[in-house]
């Protein structure tokens, strides 16, 4: 069986995990470490009017306490902001301090106000109870509705607003709705998310005084974009001077891109006590602390012509971005959100504004999709609407709307400009799945059992493989957005990658050996791929927003180029020939029109014993480094339906059926996509059916832990129907588009679409997320209530 | 946590004295609630006292009741052959508790002991006229369960075992919170020669209680459609951010429901 | 959230509105409390030890009487640290009146409470319940204490 391109070959990685062999960064130790506990703020919003450390300080084991203060007077600056935007008014985004430790004020439950580093883990908890904060306590902004006339937040924040942003035409897309036949208007929320990886933050870092230099390692997906920001933005070292390592890493779900207070404080002490620094979150401080995902209200008017053709979308959304702007907080809710607006649907006019609000809860950012689930759910749930209002088959009028095949590229309202894609297929195919044409009758047998069944469908278009560098530039990003790799083949003809990319669960092993195998030939178990290490790895940008093999890969693939090349000069040599004729197949090269062949492995033994060699016109060695910045994003499309059942006396939603159709362009390995896809879908039904971020009146999480906050689990999904079209990437060698973010993307709204669909017999036309057993019980009752009336 | 001793007790007295010589000491049966508060640093115990080796463990059939000791863990209960033949309901019950790993280390008596209000073993002690046994006294289920996390358990007593009537009928339905997977609402029905008991946990303010409405109807007519009579009041209920008190009302009729036409 | 009760006492409102004043009265009606000492004419500061199944935390804070209007009433309300476990404040509305014999005194009362810290992202399934547990256990050990 092939091992390359397209074969489902099982992850190489996995032995290592399922044993429990995984090396992550609470499992690495050093001579004379100790451990940093960090004292946290009880209150949302507070001035601190003092802080006592002395008991602490004095406190068995303890080494050191530190406060706000001491991080002040050292010069260390907190972690920055990656993205800004515009304001409508032409102003810049509001980029408040983020201190490493509170500065005299806390504004989320959380808030790091001191630090306790003593010889092991308890010593330190222990000496934190003994710090005293005396606080002045401050109103909470706990509510996204009101936080605009709530408590100032920041000094010199107007209206509690980050940012208030805008992109498209808003004259013509009121212009539209005045004209319209019909306007379909919806208010939509999405709620708020709590990352949850299984592996919480850690950071260790040792200071080398020898050599004046760091070493850090720490849960990342981009070791070294977190050592760009340590070293230049918040300690003002030599970025040599910093090794970021970022070893196994359990899980991110965008939660782990930013760089953290935790890991900053780690290194800054490290030096100040010249031992090393470890700390990892236990449960409770991840619920609080890790960035929060999605968060947005938003209102959507949605233009019709006669014949029921879309001709313009308003969207107006509020976003709460939390206490803080964390570094991609502000691209989240604009770039990826606001253009992703027109979906795959063909829209003359669209016009969104978008406010990013401060509020005293956790900071909110990327978190799996990060922007396009939010802006495919009001899509969805309003193409959903608008169907229902005009009376048409769910599916069909999309259908109608859909951007025609023979329009590509097609340039949208909302500045992107879609390559390729033909959705059509993925909608027959999901609706073959489904058996959609036979839904009817399963819904009156449900209905003879007294359960109401539904079937909901979202066709979702996304834009992934992050990003081309100079459009992330000219709309308010401050990295580039290539990768890198570096491919090295030994001797023998074994081959180790070093990828700028990072695997925190994707699978890159595997994946990346599958691109080796096909172009060199070599079998998979002869390739080793390195990752996370800044000191190993070419410089990289890291993996979120589905860009490792978009990105990653085809920088791989470039590399593999440079090695092709490489090696037939050298094999030309061997074999006597001009470089020209010379072929390179399955590991071989031969000579066109003679019998002429050698190996690669012969071809890798000459690079490095260059006994017979072109050392006048080639290096000996075969290394090669690649990187790539991509022309365009990706643009992965699909259907997802999902099929319900309602139990009305409970409320309680059974998915009975899931058919899921996406076109991610080649598959490297298909079964690795299905898994992402499997994740993805379950994410989102997460966050439809059971996810919640709860915050009461003054600002306390009241879902800090399992007990109260629902994360999905086997028994809550159904058996899930995959299936793929494939319509190549058209401008990148492999054809690739992405698929990590997909299924979180496309599920909310096919499973609220389908609650809908189920309920709207009782007349229910609208549903909150998470749709818990009361929520839907009292969108019946309610509903019943208005017939008796 | 915070460091404590633990003592190892050979047989309840012993346990019982372990206590006395101990300022603010606790009894650890399963740990599953003890163990994660102790984790968190929300009690300070001076001492831990270990019951397992108090030889508390097994089912016994009593004839009219099973006798099961309270060291058991839900998965023995749920797995005991006598219990299934004698009260299938309670062997449902203790294999719905948690997941595999709290089945595994969840004792019975500490359960009781706890009285956590959405507790599922509560319900079936007090469905099921149940009487728990310490090592001075036997005491009803009627008077043992004192309201949320009180009993009438007093500091130098320990549970022993814990003895259920056999009914003529029983079932336990349970609407789990999806998060935590305890009992959102459940409800124990048990039917007896002379009457029924509905015992429901989850929903009380005051932890587990008797249903005395669903009770009568019941008794009188035991059917769905004499729980649909009965209007289930959302008075004394709890109300959380999973669900309020009047949702809790109509799963306490829903779950009764099924228990009934099961 | 708010909790509201009311009781009926056999006692001249007088004897009630001087008891709710008293804190040997507070100290035994307080449930847990341990310490509970006037540093002012409307200031107290106390410590209570708080036992939720197995959770047990000693909190240190303040009692206040505050909107006085005797006989007829006043809002006493308490906050503490309990350390690790977060802080948890609470007040009550405390209205006294005349029963319509004249003789006895209806007391009756409405609470607030809030917790913060670890309580609250641990425990918020109980605030309620407990909430309504503590201020009831304040007034009928208060008026057991009464009637003593």
Known sequence: MSEGIGASVKRKEDKKFLTGKGKYTDDINRPGQVYAHFVRSDVAHANIKSINTKAASQAAGVVAVYIGEDVAADGIGGPICGWVVPNRDGSATHEPPHPLLAQGKVRFVGDAIAVVIAESVEQAKSASELVEVDYEELPAVANLETASSGAEIHEGMKENRYFDWELGDEAATDKALQSAAKVVKLSVRNNRLIPNAMEPRSALAEYDDLGGSYTLHTTSQNPHLARLILAAFMFQIPESKLRVIAPDVGGGFGSKIYVYIEEAVCIWSSKKINRPVKWTADRTQSFLTDAHGRDHINNVQLALDESNKIIGLRVDTVCNLGSYLSAFAVAVPTYLHGTLLSGLYDIPTIYTNVKGMATTTAPVDAYRGAGRPEATYLLERTMDAAAREVGMDQAEFRRLNFIPKDAFPYQTAVALQYDTGDYEPNLDKAMEMIDYKSFEARRSEASKRGKYRGIGVSSYIEACGLAPSAVAGALGGRVGGWESASVRVDPTGTVTVFSGAHSHGQGHATTFSQIVSERLGIPNANVEFVHGDSDKTPFGMGTYGSRSLAVGGVALSKALDKVVEKSKKIAAHLMEASAEDVEFKDGKFTVAGTDKETAFGDVALAAYVPHNYPLETLEPGLEETAFYDPMNFTYPAGTHIAEVEVDPATGVVEIVDWAACDDFGNLINPMIVEGQVHGGIAQGIGQALLENAHYDENGQLLTASYMDYCMPRADDLPSFKVECTNTPCTHNDLGVKGCGEAGAIASPPALINAIINALSPLGVSDMSMPATPETVWRAIQNAQARAAE | ?262 | MEIKESYDLPLPIETVWQALNDEGFLKNSIPGCEKLERISPNELSAEVKLKIGPMSTRFKGKVNLSDLNPPNGYTISGSGTGGIAGAASGSAKVFLSKMEDGEGTILSYQVKAEVKGKIAQLGSRLIHSTAKKLAKKFFSNFVQELSK
């Open chain 2, 1 to 262: 946590m915070y460091s404590t001793k633990i003592v190892k007790a050979e047989n309840s007295s012993a346990a019982v004295q372990a206590i006395g010589s101990s300022k603010e000491g606790k009894i650890l049966a399963g740990g599953m609630t003890l163990i994660p508060t102790l984790k968190q640093r929300l009690a300070n115990p001076d001492c831990l006292i270990d019951i397992s080796s108090c030889g508390l463990e097994g089912v016994e059939d009593k004839g009219s009741s099973v006798r099961i000791g309270a060291m058991t863990k839900h998965a023995a209960v749920a797995e005991s052959s006598s219990v299934a033949k004698a009260i299938p309901a309670l062997a449902d019950l203790a294999g719905g508790i948690g997941d595999r790993q709290v089945r595994n280390r969840g004792t019975l008596g500490g359960s009781v002991a706890n009285n956590d209000p959405a507790a599922c073993y509560p319900s079936a002690v007090m469905a099921l006229d149940g009487t728990v046994h310490t090592n001075k006294r036997d005491i009803s289920a009627d008077d043992f369960f004192k309201g949320m996390f009180e009993t009438a358990l007093e500091e130098d007593e320990v549970i022993e075992s814990v003895s259920f009537k056999k009914p003529e009928k029983a079932c336990y339905m349970k609407f789990p919170n999806p998060a935590s997977r305890y009992a959102m609402v459940g409800v124990f029905v048990a039917k007896f020669s002379d009457g029924v008991r509905v015992a429901v946990t989850g929903a009380g303010e005051e932890g587990v209680f008797r249903h005395s409405d669903l009770e009568s109807a019941l008794s009188s007519n035991f059917s769905e459609e004499a729980v649909s009579g009965v209007e289930v009041s959302s008075d004394g209920l709890m109300s959380d951010i999973h669900a309020s008190a009047d949702y809790r009302a109509n799963l306490i009729g829903e779950m009764t429901k099924r228990a009934v036409s099961s």
